[in-house]
């Protein structure tokens, strides 16, 4: 009889832990669900910065370019510019070519 009511006890002990561990499993699912989440959204913004950074370098490349090509205008012709605003800049990058050919 003992047998029996130990092992009843032993039943009921095991269902409480098994309906504790049902919940703790629960509230980990739905913790991994938010953490999926967040990851997703940071994913997303790291493929933006990637994005951005890309485009960032493009830029300062361009902006690179642009500034080589400006060292090589004489000043006195970008001046001219502003005294002349009807002269084009195109005028200018002829004139250059022409003299340094």
């Known amino acids: ?5 130990s ?17 703790e499993i629960s509230e980990l699912r ?7 989440a967040e990851n997703a959204k940071l994913k997303q913004i790291i493929e933006e910065n990637a994005r951005r ?12 370019e642009l500034k080589a090509r400006l ?3 004489p000043f ?6 502003f005294k002349f605003p ?3 800049l195109s005028n200018i990058s002829y004139h250059i070519s ?4």
């Not at 006195?76 to 510019?81: A, G, L, P, R, V």
């Open 30 to 36: 739905k913790k991994f669900a938010e953490v999926e």
């Open 7 to 23: 092992n009843a006890q032993s039943i009921d002990s095991l269902r409480e832990v098994n309906a504790r561990l049902l919940v």
């Open 76 to 81: 006195s012709m970008i001046t001219d510019q």
């Open 53 to 64: 950074d890309a485009r960032v370098e493009e830029l300062e490349q361009k902006n690179t």
């Open 86 to 88: 009807d002269r084009k």
């Open 98 to 101: 022409k003299k340094n050919n």
């Open 1 to 5: 009889m003992l047998s029996i009511m």
């Open 71 to 73: 060292a090589i205008v």
